[in-house]
């Protein structure tokens, strides 16, 4: 039985991240030290086999992902997945956390960024990723097992979390109290 892998990663500190704004679905670039995190995350992958790669449309998850394949010269096709895109923050997008909680409150603040059923504004819940991501995470595992390769997905902190949830049978409130690095790497075994 052959053992197959998933490298997945977060994808390096955006200006958004870095000022504390809700990114969502806006795009934003790689810091200086979000490009050192791309880096430190190309180099714990340097020397394992990546056959296909995933990325999402946003150019954090392509430009971190652009660092990994340096040293993948293996790598043989580059998917475009969405359905690992960052959680959406409806009319939060592109607004400071600071500004949030001077006009919704602190408590709600804390329940859109935190809480697993509350949904922002027109955004997404925790509840409501984790049905994308688990739509996701079938397909990957079916295309994995097809095709025999081992995978590396460049992604975000919420679709990571729910990824993590479901792979690692997490329970919801360990799921909303993760903190997801931007510089390390979850690995999970997939049997053929």
Known sequence: MAKLKIYLFRHGET???????????????????????????????????IDVA??????????????VLKYHHETREIITANGMIERSYGDLEGKSHVLAI??????????????WNQRPPHGESFKMVEKRVKIFIKELTAFMKKEKVNVAISAHGNSIRLFRKIMENASIKETCEW??????VFTYTIDT
């Open 54 to 67: 995933f990325q999402t449309k946003l150019s954090r998850s392509k430009d971190t992902l652009e660092y």
């Open 102 to 115: 001077k006009k919704y409150g602190k408590k709600k603040f804390d329940s859109w960024h935190r809480g």
């Open 179 to 184: 903190f997801i690095p931007y510089d390390k």
């Open 15 to 49: 200006h958004y991240n870095k000022n504390k704004i809700f990114t969502g679905w806006k795009d934003s670039k790689l810091t200086k030290k979000g490009i050192r995190q791309a880096q430190t995350i190309s180099k714990k992958l340097k020397n394992k086999q």
